[in-house]
Nanobody
Framework: QVQPVESGGGLVQAGGSLRLSCAVP????????MGWYRQAPGLQRDLVAH???????NYADDVKGRFAISRDNAKNTVYLQMNNLKPEDTAVYYC???????????????WGRGTQVTVSS
Protein backbone atom coordinates (compact mmCIF):
# COMPACT_ATOMS: atom_id res chain seq x y z
CA GLN A 1 0.00 0.00 0.00
CA VAL A 2 1.39 3.38 -0.97
CA GLN A 3 2.62 5.63 1.83
CA PRO A 4 3.43 9.20 0.77
CA VAL A 5 6.25 11.13 2.43
CA GLU A 6 5.61 14.69 3.51
CA SER A 7 8.23 17.40 4.07
CA GLY A 8 8.66 21.15 4.23
CA GLY A 9 6.99 22.02 7.50
CA GLY A 10 8.46 24.33 10.10
CA LEU A 11 7.96 27.31 12.35
CA VAL A 12 6.85 30.53 10.71
CA GLN A 13 5.41 33.84 11.89
CA ALA A 14 1.87 34.81 11.07
CA GLY A 15 1.71 36.22 7.57
CA GLY A 16 4.57 34.06 6.39
CA SER A 17 4.70 31.29 3.80
CA LEU A 18 5.72 27.66 3.55
CA ARG A 19 5.72 25.13 0.74
CA LEU A 20 5.03 21.53 1.62
CA SER A 21 6.05 18.63 -0.57
CA CYS A 22 4.52 15.17 -0.85
CA ALA A 23 6.50 12.44 -2.56
CA VAL A 24 4.56 9.40 -3.68
CA PRO A 25 6.74 6.28 -3.99
CA UNK A 26 6.55 4.11 -7.07
CA UNK A 27 4.93 4.66 -10.44
CA UNK A 28 1.50 3.18 -9.83
CA UNK A 29 0.00 6.44 -8.56
CA UNK A 30 1.60 8.93 -10.92
CA UNK A 31 -1.05 11.52 -11.70
CA UNK A 32 -3.47 10.10 -9.14
CA UNK A 33 -5.87 12.41 -7.34
CA MET A 34 -4.18 13.70 -4.21
CA GLY A 35 -5.26 15.46 -1.06
CA TRP A 36 -3.53 17.48 1.63
CA TYR A 37 -4.99 17.06 5.10
CA ARG A 38 -4.22 18.60 8.46
CA GLN A 39 -4.82 17.62 12.04
CA ALA A 40 -4.50 19.93 15.00
CA PRO A 41 -4.19 18.53 18.54
CA GLY A 42 -7.49 17.12 19.77
CA LEU A 43 -9.22 17.62 16.44
CA GLN A 44 -10.05 15.37 13.52
CA ARG A 45 -7.99 15.18 10.36
CA ASP A 46 -9.55 17.40 7.72
CA LEU A 47 -9.04 17.77 3.99
CA VAL A 48 -7.72 21.22 3.12
CA ALA A 49 -6.83 20.88 -0.56
CA HIS A 50 -7.33 18.38 -3.36
CA UNK A 51 -6.10 18.05 -6.91
CA UNK A 52 -7.69 15.68 -9.38
CA UNK A 53 -5.96 13.66 -12.08
CA UNK A 54 -6.95 16.35 -14.58
CA UNK A 55 -5.59 19.14 -12.39
CA UNK A 56 -8.87 20.42 -11.00
CA UNK A 57 -8.37 21.85 -7.52
CA ASN A 58 -10.64 22.19 -4.50
CA TYR A 59 -10.01 23.91 -1.19
CA ALA A 60 -11.53 24.10 2.25
CA ASP A 61 -13.20 27.44 2.79
CA ASP A 62 -10.74 28.61 5.43
CA VAL A 63 -7.72 28.25 3.13
CA LYS A 64 -9.19 29.50 -0.15
CA GLY A 65 -7.12 32.31 -1.57
CA ARG A 66 -4.16 31.48 0.70
CA PHE A 67 -3.21 27.90 -0.16
CA ALA A 68 -2.47 26.43 -3.58
CA ILE A 69 -2.06 22.76 -4.43
CA SER A 70 -0.04 21.73 -7.46
CA ARG A 71 1.72 18.69 -8.84
CA ASP A 72 4.78 17.69 -10.83
CA ASN A 73 4.05 14.30 -12.36
CA ALA A 74 7.61 13.94 -13.62
CA LYS A 75 8.73 13.96 -9.99
CA ASN A 76 5.59 12.25 -8.69
CA THR A 77 5.35 15.03 -6.16
CA VAL A 78 2.46 17.17 -4.97
CA TYR A 79 2.98 20.56 -3.36
CA LEU A 80 1.02 22.79 -1.04
CA GLN A 81 1.99 26.45 -1.19
CA MET A 82 0.73 28.16 1.93
CA ASN A 83 0.70 31.95 2.07
CA ASN A 84 -0.50 34.45 4.65
CA LEU A 85 -0.34 31.77 7.31
CA LYS A 86 -2.37 32.19 10.48
CA PRO A 87 -1.90 30.67 13.95
CA GLU A 88 -5.01 28.55 13.34
CA ASP A 89 -3.17 26.85 10.46
CA THR A 90 -0.93 25.20 13.04
CA ALA A 91 -1.27 21.43 12.60
CA VAL A 92 0.42 18.31 11.32
CA TYR A 93 -0.07 18.19 7.57
CA TYR A 94 -0.48 14.91 5.72
CA CYS A 95 -0.96 13.97 2.10
CA UNK A 96 -2.54 10.91 0.57
CA UNK A 97 -3.92 9.50 -2.63
CA UNK A 98 -7.56 10.42 -2.27
CA UNK A 99 -10.80 10.55 -4.19
CA UNK A 100 -13.43 13.16 -3.51
CA UNK A 101 -16.71 11.51 -2.57
CA UNK A 102 -19.67 13.79 -1.99
CA UNK A 103 -18.59 16.40 0.53
CA UNK A 104 -15.76 14.23 1.82
CA UNK A 105 -12.93 12.08 0.57
CA UNK A 106 -11.74 8.49 0.59
CA UNK A 107 -8.03 7.83 0.94
CA UNK A 108 -6.26 5.08 -0.94
CA UNK A 109 -2.86 4.90 0.74
CA UNK A 110 -1.51 4.65 4.25
CA TRP A 111 -0.89 7.72 6.34
CA GLY A 112 2.68 8.89 6.56
CA ARG A 113 4.29 10.72 9.47
CA GLY A 114 3.15 14.11 8.27
CA THR A 115 5.01 17.37 8.62
CA GLN A 116 4.49 19.84 11.45
CA VAL A 117 3.51 23.40 10.62
CA THR A 118 3.58 25.88 13.49
CA VAL A 119 2.49 29.47 12.99
CA SER A 120 3.34 31.92 15.73
CA SER A 121 1.35 35.07 16.35
Amino acid sequence: QVQPVESGGGLVQAGGSLRLSCAVPGSRFVGAPMGWYRQAPGLQRDLVAHISSSGRTNYADDVKGRFAISRDNAKNTVYLQMNNLKPEDTAVYYCNVANLVGTGSVIVGSWGRGTQVTVSS
